[in-house]
């Protein structure tokens, strides 16, 4: 991403190729994964663009992955 802000002036440049390339990394997860992947690659972006804070989208991402694939199960079985 800073690569591309230092090659473009466009900010859609740099929030929309990261993106794109992050959503179609998750083809395993079929098009809606995709979609919803590439969705949350441009918040994701959109954040780090505003905050520059690395950490905070690390967490981010632990969270989206945690919460529906391990906490929801833990959860739900247990009822």
Known sequence: ????GKMSDSW???????????GLLHYNQGIG???????SGMLFSAFYWKKRDLKINVMAHFMVDFIPN???P??????
């Open 12 to 22: 859609i440049i740099y929030l929309l190729i990261p993106s794109i390339i992050f």
């Open 70 to 72: 391990v906490l929801i």
């Open 74 to 79: 833990i959860l739900v079985g247990s009822a």
């Open 1 to 4: 991403m800073e690569r591309l």
């Open 33 to 39: 994964g995709m979609i919803i992947a590439t969705v």
